[in-house]
């Protein structure tokens, strides 16, 4: 969706190498989440963030971190990339609320460490 | 620990028939369930969810899920295919929290 929007879409970088991967929204929502897709695995939950000040790591945050620069943006960082970091990397909004509150989701960044 | 299952890596269907996506989960308690789809290059769309109430559940383009708690099943539905339904289909669960926890993934194939 418009929305949610990430830059780069495709990134290559080497072994090693600092990359940030960037997301903003103009939803308004508090809440934002990256993903990792895999294939076979579907997406897995690196970090999330409830409001600018709350930052949680998700099931796979080894290796990434993130910074909430704002309501509307939320970085994500490889610090010194790896070849299984390979992946498509989704951000997502959701508004304030119970756990049924719909995601909504970036259109992804495709990344190769070789 | 809350799992969602999709047993089926890739399902087939002639268009104008009708499909059927499967998924399972395993939780404790009662749990909120999402649809959602993926089309080459975008990013996930919702498509239909499960709060309370009604089993039978009704979304976008036509589609609609069955909310079974016994089986614990929330299989996604449509009376009709078009080769436009041709896509990744992701079936999720949430329970107490905004997290999200994502099966797997179907592919969906409509063949003319």
């Known amino acids: 969706d418009a929305d949610v929007t990430q830059t780069p879409r495709n990134r290559i970088t080497k072994t090693g190498k600092r990359i940030m991967l960037e997301c903003s929204q103009t939803?308004?929502?508090?809440?934002m989440y990256w993903y990792r897709q895999d294939p076979g695995l579907g997406l897995r939950l690196i970090y999330y963030?409830?409001?600018?000040?709350?930052?949680n790591k998700g099931e796979i945050s080894d290796g990434y971190s993130v910074s909430r620069q704002a309501q509307a943006k939320f970085s994500l960082s490889l610090e010194s990339a790896i070849p299984n970091q390979t992946a498509l990397y989704f951000c997502a909004t959701s508004a304030e609320g119970p756990a049924y509150e719909t995601q909504y989701f970036g259109p992804g960044t495709r990344l190769l460490v070789l | 620990a809350q799992s969602v299952a999709q047993p089926e890596d890739q399902v087939n269907v002639a268009e104008g028939n009708p499909l059927t996506v499967k998924c399972t989960y395993s939780v404790s308690g009662n749990p909120y369930l999402f649809w959602y789809v993926q089309y080459p290059n975008r990013g996930l769309q919702f498509l239909l969810k499960y709060i309370t109430g009604d089993n039978l559940v009704k979304g976008s383009y036509g589609f609609e899920a069955e909310f079974n708690k016994s089986q614990t099943s929330f299989h996604l539905k449509k009376p009709s295919a078009l080769v436009s339904d041709s896509a990744l289909y992701f079936c999720a669960v949430s329970l107490s929290t905004p997290k999200i926890i994502f099966g797997s993934g179907t592919r969906l194939s409509i063949r003319p």
């Open positions: 939803k308004g929502h508090d809440r």
């Open positions: 963030s409830f409001d600018v000040k709350d930052i």
